[in-house]
C-alpha cells in the first residue's frame, strides 16, 4: 500500500500524511505501526490457510 493509498483509506489528503511524518513522528509511527500489524496479521491467516491445506493434503495421502 502506497503512502497515496494509506491516505486515502484514512479518509486524508496525502499532504497532510506527510506533514504528520514531519511534524508529528509519534503519531505517524503510530499510523504505520497499524498499517503493518494488520499486514501482518493478514499474511498470517494466509500462511495458516495454506499450512491447513498442506496437512489435509498429507492426511488424505496416508488414509
Same mark, same amino acid.
Given at each position: 500500500?502506497t503512502? &497515496?493509498?494509506?491516505?486515502?483509506?484514512?479518509?486524508?489528503?496525502?499532504?497532510?500524511? &506527510?506533514?504528520? &511524518?514531519?511534524?508529528?513522528?509519534?503519531?505517524?509511527?503510530?499510523?504505520m505501526l497499524?498499517?503493518?500489524f494488520?499486514?501482518?496479521?493478514?499474511?498470517?491467516?494466509?500462511?495458516?490457510?495454506?499450512?491447513?491445506?498442506?496437512e489435509?493434503?498429507?492426511?488424505?495421502?496416508?488414509?
Open positions: 500500500m503512502q &497515496r493509498d494509506k491516505a486515502i483509506y484514512l479518509d486524508l489528503d496525502p499532504k497532510t500524511l &506527510r506533514n504528520w &511524518r514531519k511534524h508529528k513522528p509519534n503519531l505517524y509511527k503510530m499510523i497499524g498499517f503493518a494488520e499486514e501482518a496479521v493478514k499474511k498470517s491467516k494466509e500462511n495458516h490457510e495454506q499450512l491447513a491445506a498442506l489435509k493434503e498429507i492426511l488424505q495421502g496416508k488414509g
